[in-house]
């Protein structure tokens, strides 16, 4: 693996881990009522481009970082949805 490679990948670690405090945060007060549901749509939609795009470039690190995203999004849409 090149060095550029753990780059790329400690950078979709990071980009990955964003959305934990707020996950965190939500599942802790049960309330979701300060997050913009349009916000959250929109981060899905764009991993989902995001992930069209790495697949189709075979790129890990990209693919690693919009999952995960993707993942923690996915939870917050359905914190907003049963917190409301």
């Known amino acids: 693996m090149k060095f550029i490679d753990i780059i790329g990948l400690f ?3 990071l ?3 964003t959305f934990f405090p707020q996950v965190y945060r939500t599942w802790k007060l049960k309330s979701a009522k300060e997050l913009s549901m349009s916000m959250i749509l929109i981060i899905l939609l764009s991993n989902v ?3 069209v ?3 189709n470039k075979q790129d ?4 690693s970082a919009n999952f995960f995203v993707g993942s923690c999004a996915i939870v917050i849409l359905y914190f907003k949805l049963k917190y409301k």
């Open 49 to 51: 481009v995001w992930l």
């Open 60 to 63: 890990i690190a990209v693919i």
């Open 15 to 17: 980009s990955g881990i």
């Open 53 to 55: 795009y790495a697949f």
């Open 11 to 13: 950078g979709a670690f």
